[in-house]
């Protein structure tokens, strides 16, 4: 697949701004997978990866002290429900089960009081309660974003896609919060997307 600089422009543009979407911050083992995994999903606008759960100030991923790493998923309301990812949460993990190691564990982060409302009716239908599983079920507290190499990491992996990145005048910052890489995150990291088909018509790449 090749991309101009005016798709990529484009195809950014016309996202919904960050101020319609809602957020939802989960941790699923190394953050790379889940960051491809939900960029693929219908109705995910952003994706961003990062730190969170613990209590030490600015983490790093050399220095992170007992945070988790997490994906923070900028999604529409009204196209994906917050319940559709906690099933695509719950159906990546086995909730019985923790790791001990907590840069890997797995983690809800209920940003909301409507967000915890939503999970624990989750967990109920399925016979389950925050208490009584493995993973940990909290409130977010702070999110920090992990180093820009961890961003669209299967992305960062074909050259194509970051030199029409870097060609279109984007820098790492704008890379992390591009709605178009987080899509073509999922694309490389093998999961289906219909890519092709969502790029400006005027000026479509061929695949």
């Known amino acids: ?36 995994q939900f960029g693929a999903m ?20 050399r220095s992170l002290g007992d945070h988790t790493e997490v994906v923070q998923v900028e999604f529409d309301p009204d196209a994906v429900a917050y319940r559709d990812l906690l099933n ?3 159906t990546s993990h086995n909730p019985q089960h923790q790791t001990k190691k907590t840069q890997y564990q797995s983690i809800v982060l209920a940003e909301t009081e409507d967000q915890r ?17 493995g993973t940990r079920i909290e409130q977010l507290s702070r999110f920090y974003p992990a180093e820009d190499y961890h961003q669209k990491y299967k992305l960062r992996s074909v050259s194509s896609f970051t030199d029409a ?9 704008e890379l992390r919060e591009s709605p178009l890489a987080a ?9 289906d997307v219909a890519i092709a088909e969502e790029l400006p ?6 695949a």
């Open 165 to 173: 990145f870097e060609a279109a005048g984007y820098g790492d910052d």
């Open 183 to 191: 899509t073509l995150n999922g694309y490389a990291a093998g999961h």
């Open 88 to 90: 695509r949460v719950f």
């Open 42 to 61: 219908d109705g995910v606008v952003r994706t961003r990866v990062g730190y969170a759960g613990g209590t030490k100030l600015d983490p790093t991923y």
């Open 117 to 133: 409302a939503v999970l624990d009716e989750f967990l109920a239908t399925r016979g389950l309660t925050a208490d009584g599983i």
């Open 1 to 36: 697949m090749t991309l101009t600089q005016t798709q990529i422009r484009e195809y950014d543009r016309r996202a919904m701004d960050s101020a319609e979407t809602a957020t939802a911050t989960f941790g699923i083992g190394c953050f790379w997978g889940p960051d491809a």
């Open 201 to 206: 018509i005027s000026d479509r790449g061929t």
